[in-house]
């Protein structure tokens, strides 16, 4: 019997899925194993039932692997081979793309194994599962609130892990994701003459403290100078402007404001120079 280890790596949809790793016990291939498309019950001995599917998880066969894996899981319940099973179906599951299954493993791994280390790899999975399958902005997020709510669960569990630190990574994703949706509703809300609603949806992205590190921050308040000299409300313009001025004094979103409100005779003291950023030290009241 010997050791080995496997390697999730690979993207969808533009965001990157960092390496993790699922350690597995493994033992010496059984000869003359044909893959199956449905494997018919069949008792044979649990070691040549993995060693079958370990043979097909090595050769990226992941239909035939995760038959294996299940038949050892079904013949043999509640036994560590079986623990190990759901583990591979994860993994083969989710390199196959069929989320909605690798998802429903790891719930089950959950459900039998609450207390093993390797649950902390199966919470993870779960939730990647769910980045895996985040949208465009201009269609429901509930994946992106879904891998939110998960990863932050993963970071909670388990501090310290390579599973938190790759957690935290995603989850300042997922929150640009959630604030580019907030953004694109602003917009339309604005295009419909709608200054009101949207308003407070730029609101949103510079009041919640999980949006303001993201990379709308700047554009949120542009959004706010435009809508409010639209109104007519030229003081408020002008304290939003000095606002994304003192933060992000080299964003090209400052130059398009101060263009905006010097054109009002509102310019703001600090004018647009170089092109760095900082964060957002203060929040407009109100």
Not at 78 to 104: G, P, V
Not at 119 to 133: L, P, Q, S
Not at 165 to 172: E, F, G, H
């Amino acid at each position: 019997m010997r050791s080995s280890s496997l390697f999730v790596s690979k993207s969808r949809t533009g965001l990157a899925l960092m390496a993790v790793l699922i350690a597995a016990t493994s033992i010496a291939a059984c000869n003359g194993s044909r893959p199956r498309p449905k494997l018919a019950y069949e008792e044979r001995p649990v070691e040549a039932l993995y060693n079958a599917g370990y043979d097909r998880l090595r050769r990226s066969r992941w239909n035939d692997a995760v038959d294996y894996f299940q038949e050892v899981e079904r013949q043999h319940p509640y036994s560590e081979w079986s623990r190990r099973a759901i583990l591979m179906q994860i993994y083969a599951q989710y390199q196959n793309n069929d989320y909605q299954e690798a998802s429903a493993a790891a719930d089950r791994f959950i459900q039998l194994f609450p207390g093993n280390p390797s649950a902390a790899y199966a919470f993870y999975m779960k939730a990647v599962c769910n980045f895996e399958r985040i949208v465009d902005v201009d269609r429901d997020q509930a994946y992106a609130e879904n891998a939110l709510q998960g990863l932050r669960d993963v970071v909670r569990r388990y501090p310290g892990t390579s599973y938190a630190t790759d957690a935290l990574v995603k989850i300042d994703m997922v929150n640009d994701q959630l604030a580019g949706k907030e953004m694109n509703i602003g917009r339309y809300y604005q295009r419909a003459n709608q200054p009101l609603a949207a308003i407070n949806r730029y609101k949103t992205v510079i009041e919640n403290r999980d949006f303001q590190r993201t990379s709308h921050t700047p554009e949120a308040l542009y959004r706010l100078v435009e809508v409010y000299l639209a109104l007519g409300l030229k003081d408020e313009a002008t304290r939003n402007g000095a606002v994304l001025g003192h933060n992000y004094p080299g964003s090209p979103w400052y130059s398009k404001a101060y263009d905006l409100l010097n054109e009002q005779g509102a310019a703001p003291q600090t004018a647009p120079e170089g092109r760095r950023e900082g964060w957002l030290s203060r929040i407009i009241p109100g």
